[in-house]
């Protein structure tokens, strides 16, 4: 399945604007149906469906960010399988990426930072009290609203710090230049 404007997953959700591409598939906003809000979905690349490996840590992300309930994280709703995709269903934040931020403004308040700093570390410290850790953490995974509070989005490629790892020996997951 193609993604495209008005296309409905799981009889519900009906995609209307794609938001951004990356790495593992697309993020559509759309409307539930069902529930009459907009939520975000995430439907992951035609290519990567036909690999259980890929297709595993997408489910992964679904069952781990689930497990969160904390304000500095988007809430995960529903997961999906179709017509030879995977979606994950989550809450819509509003505001922008801090990599778009960073980006325009080249230079950000000290004070700002350590707020974003401080917001992000309280969703992280949360996230590992629950055993998850998120292994790919950096500006772009970061959403501000136009409040300024932050939250956490794509544990795509997460686990479960007592799980058996989705990476086999010497595979490297996450960004390089963020890696730590």
Do not use: C
């Given at each position: 399945?193609?993604?495209?404007?008005?296309?409905?997953?799981?009889?519900?959700?009906?995609?209307?604007e794609?938001?951004a591409?990356?790495?593992?598939?697309?993020?559509?906003?759309?409307?539930?149906?069902?529930?009459?809000?907009?939520?975000?979905?995430?439907?992951?690349?035609?290519?990567?469906t036909?690999?259980?490996?890929?297709?595993e840590?997408?489910?992964?992300?679904?069952?781990?960010?689930?497990?969160?309930?904390?304000?500095?994280?988007?809430?995960?709703?529903?997961?999906?399988?179709?017509d030879?995709?995977?979606?994950?269903v989550?809450?819509?934040?509003p505001?922008?990426?801090?990599?778009?931020i960073?980006?325009?403004?080249?230079?950000?308040?000290?004070?700002?930072?350590?707020?974003?700093?401080?917001?992000?570390?309280?969703?992280?410290?949360?996230?590992?009290a629950?055993?998850?850790?998120?292994?790919?953490?950096?500006?772009?995974?970061?959403?501000?609203?136009?409040d300024?509070?932050?939250?956490?989005?794509?544990?795509?490629?997460?686990?479960?710090?007592d799980?058996?790892?989705?990476?086999a020996?010497?595979?490297?997951?996450?960004?390089?230049?963020?890696?730590?």
């Amino acid at each position: 399945m193609r993604p495209s404007v008005d296309v409905t997953l799981g009889g519900r959700y009906t995609l209307t604007e794609r938001i951004a591409i990356g790495g593992m598939g697309e993020v559509w906003k759309a409307r539930d149906k069902v529930l009459g809000r907009t939520v975000a979905v995430k439907i992951l690349k035609e290519e990567y469906t036909g690999d259980p490996g890929f297709l595993e840590r997408f489910r992964a992300e679904a069952r781990h960010t689930a497990l969160l309930n904390h304000p500095g994280v988007a809430n995960v709703f529903d997961y999906g399988e179709e017509d030879g995709s995977a979606y994950l269903v989550m809450e819509l934040v509003p505001g922008e990426p801090l990599s778009n931020i960073i980006e325009r403004d080249k230079q950000l308040p000290a004070d700002r930072i350590l707020n974003i700093m401080a917001q992000t570390a309280r969703a992280l410290a949360a996230a590992h009290a629950q055993g998850l850790v998120h292994r790919d953490v950096k500006p772009g995974n970061l959403i501000i609203t136009p409040d300024e509070r932050v939250k956490v989005t794509d544990f795509g490629i997460a686990r479960l710090a007592d799980q058996v790892p989705l990476t086999a020996t010497g595979q490297v997951m996450g960004t390089a230049q963020y890696l730590a």
